[in-house]
């Protein structure tokens, strides 16, 4: 059965709407300019860039249809994924009339899809690398008065420690290839200067931890360990000691911070360039390359994260405009078809890159 996908809302689940015939797999015209020169043979055909179309498609209604609900479906401009096509969606509007008088009285009607020119991937068109190898899930424990919860992350800490105590907190399997790593304790809040923490593999000792010593937590601040492994090593496990007698009332970012990746590599699956939108985690000054080429100078400093867009060719952080930040041509903001590597020098920890592969 045929069917289309409007912003994620597939037509199958309105009720009574059949999809009839759906819109032709075509190319987008090309704009040009043509010039002619006297006293030149032929012509100058400039390209000026893919136009965008309108894709038609058939709709008729069967069963006990709900029309009003028909209508609210289709008042609608965003993404659309035809059944086939079924892993590609195109960025639509319609602004063209749909005769639904027509539609209810003969049960058929065409509905026009005012396309941009190009289409993108609906499986797997995002990448995330993230230099953090450390990740944890939600988890709760008290002992001693000492509570400590994590959730999205976060480590929280409260209570006041009625004894010297230890604890171990679970974290996902971190396994760590040969290299060098930092890690990064970031606290808000009071009494975790009384806190050492060490990242270790086994409970309930592993004089094997992370650097081979404790990271003593810093007081509303950063404390960082860094260590280089000759071998991989596995770790599970972060390691709490909290002297007796401290109240506790802070919160911990916890990061294992691999040193040694600069670089990823994103494929453009598509059939032509792509433009991607690129947001970068980090802080100062970060110089950011697409294979092999310096393309921006990013003075990002306490921004915390910035996001270029290929697209809009804009620099952005939420709802500010960050371009007065950013050194560069947003025009050679491209992905080749294939593979291309993305490399960057600063203080990156997190790399998001959307839209990477797209098709005419």
Known sequence: MSYVILNDVKSTTIKGLLISSLPPIT???????????????????TNLGYSAYDKSMTI??????????VIQYFDSEGTVIF???PDKYYKYQIIGQ???????RFRTATVKFHCQPFKFSAVDN????SINEMSVKPYTVSRNGVHISVQGGVFSFSGQATRATEIYIPIDEMALAAGDYTLRAVTTGTGESAC???????VPTDADSFGGTYLTLA????ANLSATLSEAKTFNYAW???????????TLDLQMLNEDLSSCDVINRGNIYSRPVITLYGSGQINLSINGVLLYEIALGDAGYITLDGIKMDAYRGNDLMNRSVAGDYENLKLKVGRNTISWDGDVTKIEIASASRWI
């Open 83 to 85: 059944s086939n096509e």
């Open 196 to 202: 050492q923490l060490r990242v270790i593999g086994d």
């Open 98 to 104: 749909i005769d639904f008088e027509r539609l209810v």
């Open 126 to 129: 995002d990448f995330s690398f």
């Open 240 to 250: 709490f000691s909290v002297t007796a007698g401290t109240a506790l009332d802070f």
């Open 60 to 69: 008729g209604l069967f069963g006990d249809f709900d029309i009003d609900e």
């Open 219 to 222: 007081e509303g601040g950063e």
């Open 27 to 45: 190319k987008p015209m090309m704009r040009t300019s043509v010039e002619e020169i006297d006293g030149r043979d032929g012509d100058i055909v």
